[in-house]
Nanobody, 129 residues
Framework: QVQLVESGGGSVQAGGSLRLSCAAS????????MGWFRQPPGKEREAVAL?????????YVADSVKGRFTISRDQSKNEVYLKMNSLKPEDTAMYYC?????????????????????WGQGTQVTVSS
C-alpha cells in the first residue's frame, strides 16, 4: 500500500507561483507513475502532470499548463513536486497527488483517473484575478 500526502497549496493572485509537494510512503517501490490531478469546483478530476518514476522518461504535462507547470521527483526522498508559475484563475482547483503500479512501455504514464489507485487527501490552490 502507498500513502500520499500533499502540501504547498494556498491562495495567490494571477501571475503568482506555488510549489506543491507530495510525500510518498509505504510500498513506494511498487509505483511506476506518479503525479498530479486537479478538480475544479463542479468539474471532473483531470490529469495535470505525471512522471515515470524509474528514469523520469518524458513527463506528461497537460496542454492547459504546458510551459507554466513543471513536474519533478526526488527519488532519495520519495517525493514528487509540481512547480506552478504564471498561475491563472482557471488553475483554481483541488490538487491531488496520485500513484499507480501501471505504466506504458517506453516510460510513459496513463492520464486516465481510473488507472490510479493511490491518492492523497488533496491541497487547495486558489488563484484570484
Amino acid at each position: 500500500q502507498v500513502q500520499l500526502v500533499e502540501s504547498g497549496g494556498g491562495s495567490v493572485q494571477a501571475g503568482g507561483s506555488l510549489r506543491l509537494s507530495c510525500a510518498a510512503s509505504g510500498y513506494t517501490y511498487s509505483s511506476r507513475c506518479m503525479g498530479w490531478f486537479r478538480q475544479p469546483p463542479g468539474k471532473e478530476r483531470e490529469a495535470v502532470a505525471l512522471i515515470y518514476l524509474s528514469d523520469g522518461g518524458t513527463p506528461y504535462v497537460a496542454d492547459s499548463v504546458k510551459g507554466r507547470f513543471t513536474i519533478s521527483r526526488d527519488q532519495s526522498k520519495n517525493e514528487v513536486y509540481l512547480k506552478m508559475n504564471s498561475l491563472k484563475p482557471e488553475d483554481t482547483a483541488m490538487y491531488y497527488c496520485a500513484a499507480t503500479v501501471y505504466s506504458i512501455a517506453g516510460g510513459y504514464c496513463y492520464t486516465s483517473r481510473g488507472r490510479y489507485n493511490y491518492w492523497g487527501q488533496g491541497t487547495q490552490v486558489t488563484v484570484s484575478s
